[in-house]
């Protein structure tokens, strides 16, 4: 496949292949994504995978007489640009394609400009189109929604926890790649965005530049110590590589603040690991049907209040907002979402600051803490206004909130070099 492109600006493109992570090490994107072309394969041959008409097409232009065609593909919506599951995937099934993209990796792309042509044997793409667009918009829109997450809040670290809410592996390759793209993208645009370290995933690690997959511990485990937190942790230990963190899961009980320390407690004083040279940290997952641990709505407001140094819940919403959007959003739908996510029920900003004050009064300062439960966009975008003390964010709140939105679309624009688009698509001539 002959492959160049185009586009100026941009954050620089690694190869398809590897990049350098912030602490130097390599991220092996080649035998990651070829991961994915064999989770394709495996599918069974592209006629049974593809749409049928596009089927009908290859037979008619086969009996017919081929043409050479050109494809433009866009997408509806903004993105960030994160193409090479789509490229690889040309490589593989039309390596005598031409491909022209228009924007480095990484880059941010305007909603229906081109991200690529293609010109192609007519016969040889037809059948390669729906596997191409599948392989397209999902990575780029969670390049897009990772990268908003990682500038929101940027000294803390991101770990991908998105496996549970994917259909299966081919989605989380595409899901995980874009979201290390988007991360590159807001490190190479702010130099002190720590971005996506981490995947819960052995299998999308090496898309962050980890060996190996991280976690802390589910709800589950917990349960099965009989709520004890601290034996939980003990029993992580057993199994956790040496130089993995220790985090305890603190909201089983509802008793955040208290077990926080209980945890702390036993890492630093009984255990004392922290002289083994191990990190500890607690991970805030509070459902959202209550609050945390010694907060009720007043109360919160109030902590909020104090760590920003604003009196009154609509006056510290305002200076999350700005005034400018505080003023505009005259019926309050953006400044009541707001309010919750710093002073509601969950994990609110509020208990985020909450457990910091008890566990750096308790002498455990060092402690480290993970946040996780809806973590998205706008939650992000609330956490880093009035950077909270988060040390880890833990989320697969970059997927699409919709499925419409990673949609993208392909037009043939030529035939043997003769324009040629269906009505209201002349833009793409350009």
């Known amino acids: 496949m002959d492959q160049r492109n185009t586009g100026e600006g941009g954050s620089p493109a690694p190869d398809t292949a590897a990049g350098d992570t912030p602490a130097g090490g390599t991220i092996d994107r080649v035998a990651t994504l070829d991961r994915l072309l064999s989770l394709i394969d495996a599918a069974g041959p592209i006629e049974s995978i593809t749409d049928k008409y596009f089927t009908n097409t290859r037979r008619i232009v086969d009996q017919n007489g081929s043409v050479r065609a050109s494809y433009a593909v866009f997408m509806r919506r903004r993105v960030i640009a994160a193409l090479a599951p789509a490229l690889r995937l040309l490589s593989r099934y039309v390596p005598e394609a031409d491909v022209e993209t228009f924007h480095e990796e990484g880059q941010i792309v305007p909603s229906e400009k081109k991200l690529m042509q293609i010109d192609v044997p007519f016969a040889r793409m037809s059948e390669v189109e729906t596997l191409l667009l599948q392989k397209t918009g999902f990575p780029c829109v969670c390049a897009s929604n ?52 981490s995947s819960s995933q052995d299998l999308t690690a090496p898309l962050y530049g ?154 455990y300062t060092e402690a480290q803490i993970v946040a996780s439960s809806g973590f998205d966009m706008q939650k992000c975008q609330v956490v880093g206004a009035v950077k909270a003390p988060v040390d880890a964010i833990g989320t697969g709140s970059f997927l699409p909130a919709t499925l419409s939105e990673t949609y993208a679309t392909a037009d043939v624009i030529a035939y043997d070099g003769v324009k040629r688009v269906k009505v209201g698509r002349e833009f793409l001539f350009e």
Not at 224 to 233: G, P, S
Not at 321 to 338: P, Y
């Open 146 to 197: 990772a990268y908003e997450m990682c500038r929101a809040v940027p000294y803390a670290s991101f770990i991908d926890m998105h496996a549970r809410h994917a259909s299966g592996a081919e989605m989380n390759l595409l899901a995980a790649y874009g979201a290390s793209i988007g991360s590159e993208a807001a490190r190479a645009a702010d130099p002190d965005v720590r971005g996506f370290t």
């Open 210 to 363: 980890a060996a190996r997959g991280t976690g802390t511990m589910p709800h589950a485990l917990v349960g099965y110590t009989d709520a004890d937190v601290v034996q939980a942790m003990k029993y992580l230990m057993e199994v956790l590589p040496e130089d993995a963190p220790v985090i305890g899961l603190v909201d089983y009980r509802a008793l955040e603040i208290t077990d926080a320390l209980a945890a702390a407690r036993w890492f630093y004083e009984h255990a004392k690991l922290d002289q083994q040279g191990r990190t500890f940290g607690v991970r805030l997952d509070t459902h959202g049907g209550r609050f945390a641990e010694g907060l009720d709505y007043e109360r919160s407001v109030d902590i909020v209040g104090e760590w920003v140094d604003v009196d009154g819940e609509y006056n510290i919403a305002e200076a999350v907002l700005g005034t400018r959007a505080f003023q505009l959003d005259s019926g309050n739908v953006i400044v009541d979402k707001v309010r919750r996510l710093l002073f509601g029920t969950g994990v609110s900003v509020a208990s985020i600051i909450n457990t910091r004050r008890a566990l750096d009064e308790a002498g």
